[in-house]
């Protein structure tokens, strides 16, 4: 995250400074903060309740674009449903009369394909609009507890209870590489932003830092501790900050962690769950973290302080109710959960979301929209958009242009 200070001088030295001589740094670094609306400190109602399952909701993810939101359950299924009425668009898993829960799902960054991760072993890719089965990953011995797509879609990795991830090529479905080295069940695995390492969560109380293109462990964070009352550590979630400089960790040791993936040493402590967290993840911006507890809560926290921000109490209106997943929808400004009472819910997070540039606009990099592509845009992010301008929010498709030009004017 690159901070601007409001009386710095605005002018090539900025530029370069920032950038660090490069372009493609500042197209990294520069996007637009979405900053958290105060709200009351717990919800106990959701926006939206997606029901048709008939048994629990395991795994849940929301489309790039946020308009749809693809579930996984227990009842062998795994449903699309549309955000904005809530109906079942279609599903992509038929329940063949013989129990094979769909633990994990998850879309393509295109979001023409999905796939999910099931009780028999294998993972399944899926073409979105027309629902139909592209090809089946087969290659591991036991559940695919955990499947998602690397971020250029071109390949998919899975985490297995056979103690082992495997990367898969998407196009052929063949198996590039396996990773091995835990000693337990891979509960989940996550690809660095930029898809040169992989991270894998294991019930044998470690997470683990691999390169994806050779399978060697880089390094492995073992920190998560015994609960006195649970006398439980296991990794149940994997994932990495937006700019890939840190790593989370969700434990059944009800903390979630963050590190160093350079050192391996823990940077922070989330605690306040008095149960298994389920599920963790960064908000969009990075400044955020997501948690999942079975305590019956989900928890919002701020990144940098490890302050909790907001409690999302799944159990207010049942005590029995408990949170397997949650996750940040593409602009932060709701949140996904998927619970033991065959729910998919849908929450106003309480954060808002950054202001939104034409996307035309983006991709030549003419914020102004004055016709002009030079610094003046530049200058234009930093007076309308403050002092603070954070890295993966916009989306800019192309800032090449701005930075090609700035200064030489029109």
Same mark, same amino acid.
């Given at each position: 995250?690159?901070?601007?200070?409001?009386?710095?001088?605005?002018? !090539?030295?900025?530029?370069?400074?920032?950038?660090?001589?490069?372009?493609?740094?500042?197209?990294?670094?520069?996007?637009?903060?979405? &900053?958290?609306?105060?709200?009351?400190?717990?919800?106990?109602?959701?926006?939206? =309740?997606?029901?048709?399952?008939?048994?629990?909701?395991?795994?849940?993810?929301?489309?790039?674009?946020?308009?749809?939101?693809?579930?996984?359950?227990?009842?062998?299924?795994? #449903?699309?449903?549309?955000?904005?009425? &809530?109906?079942?668009?279609?599903?992509?898993?038929?329940?063949?009369?013989?129990?094979?829960?769909?633990?994990?799902?998850? /879309?393509?960054?295109?979001?023409?394909?999905?796939?999910?991760?099931?009780?028999?072993?294998?993972? !399944?890719?899926?073409?979105?609009?027309?629902?139909?089965?592209?090809?089946? /990953?087969?290659?591991?011995?036991?559940?695919?507890?955990?499947?998602?797509?690397?971020?250029?879609?071109?390949?998919? *990795?899975?985490?297995?209870?056979?103690?082992?991830?495997?990367?898969?090529?998407?196009?052929?479905?063949?198996?590039?590489?396996?990773?091995?080295?835990?000693?337990?069940?891979? !509960?989940?695995?996550?690809?660095?932003?930029?898809? =040169?390492?992989?991270?894998?969560?294991?019930?044998?109380?470690?997470?683990?830092?691999?390169?994806?293109?050779?399978? %060697?462990? %880089? #390094?492995?964070?073992?920190?998560?501790?015994?609960?006195?009352?649970?006398?439980?550590?296991?990794?149940?979630?994997?994932?990495?900050?937006?700019?890939?400089?840190?790593?989370?960790?969700?434990?059944?040791?009800?903390?979630?962690?963050?590190?160093?993936?350079?050192?391996?040493? %823990?940077? #922070? =402590?989330?605690?306040?769950?008095?149960?298994?967290?389920?599920?963790?993840?960064?908000?969009?911006?990075?400044?955020?973290? *997501?948690?999942?507890?079975?305590?019956?809560?989900? !928890?919002?926290?701020?990144?940098?302080?490890?302050?909790?921000?907001? %409690?999302?109490?799944?159990?207010?209106?049942?005590?029995?109710? #408990?949170?397997?997943?949650?996750?940040?929808?593409?602009?932060?400004?709701?949140?996904?959960?998927?619970?033991?009472?065959?729910?998919?819910?849908?929450?106003?997070?309480?954060?808002?979301? &950054?202001?939104?540039?034409?996307?035309?606009?983006?991709?030549?990099?003419?914020?102004?929209?004055?016709?002009?592509?030079?610094?003046?845009? /530049?200058?234009?992010?930093?007076?309308?958009?403050?002092?603070?301008?954070?890295?993966?929010?916009?989306? /800019?498709?192309?800032?090449?242009?701005?930075?090609?030009?700035?200064?030489?004017?029109?």
């Amino acid at each position: 995250m690159w901070k601007f200070n409001s009386g710095q001088k605005r002018g !090539r030295g900025i530029l370069r400074g920032v950038a660090g001589g490069t372009m493609a740094a500042l197209a990294a670094a520069l996007l637009l903060p979405a &900053g958290f609306a105060p709200a009351q400190d717990v919800v106990d109602t959701p926006l939206e =309740t997606f029901e048709g399952h008939t048994d629990d909701v395991l795994s849940v993810a929301f489309s790039p674009d946020g308009s749809e939101v693809l579930t996984g359950s227990s009842d062998s299924t795994a #449903r699309l449903w549309d955000v904005t009425t &809530g109906d079942t668009v279609r599903t992509l898993e038929e329940d063949t009369g013989w129990p094979h829960s769909v633990y994990s799902v998850a /879309f393509s960054p295109d979001g023409t394909m999905a796939v999910t991760g099931r009780a028999n072993d294998t993972a !399944r890719l899926w073409d979105v609009a027309s629902g139909d089965l592209i090809r089946t /990953f087969e290659g591991h011995d036991g559940t695919v507890e955990s499947a998602v797509f690397s971020p250029d879609g071109s390949s998919v *990795l899975t985490g297995s209870r056979d103690h082992t991830a495997k990367l898969w090529d998407t196009e052929t479905g063949d198996l590039i590489r396996t990773f091995s080295g835990h000693e337990d069940y891979v !509960r989940s695995v996550a690809f660095s932003p930029d898809g =040169t390492q992989v991270l894998t969560g294991s019930d044998d109380e470690t997470a683990r830092l691999w390169d994806a293109e050779t399978g %060697i462990t %880089i #390094r492995t964070f073992d920190g998560h501790v015994d609960d006195e009352t649970l006398a439980l550590d296991w990794v149940r979630s994997v994932a990495f900050s937006p700019d890939g400089s840190m790593v989370l960790t969700g434990s059944d040791d009800t903390t979630a962690r963050l590190w160093n993936p350079e050192t391996g040493a %823990i940077i #922070r =402590t989330f605690e306040g769950h008095s149960h298994w967290v389920r599920s963790a993840f960064f908000s969009p911006d990075g400044s955020k973290i *997501l948690t999942a507890s079975w305590d019956g809560t989900v !928890r919002l926290w701020d990144a940098e302080t490890a302050e909790t921000l907001r %409690i999302f109490e799944l159990n207010a209106h049942n005590q029995y109710i #408990r949170p397997y997943f949650a996750v940040f929808s593409p602009d932060g400004t709701k949140i996904l959960t998927g619970d033991n009472w065959d729910d998919a819910k849908l929450w106003d997070s309480g954060i808002e979301p &950054g202001p939104e540039i034409p996307a035309e606009a983006r991709e030549v990099g003419d914020f102004n929209n004055d016709g002009c592509v030079d610094f003046e845009d /530049f200058v234009f992010l930093l007076e309308r958009w403050g002092d603070e301008i954070d890295g993966e929010a916009m989306g /800019f498709e192309d800032f090449t242009a701005l930075l090609e030009n700035w200064g030489e004017g029109c």
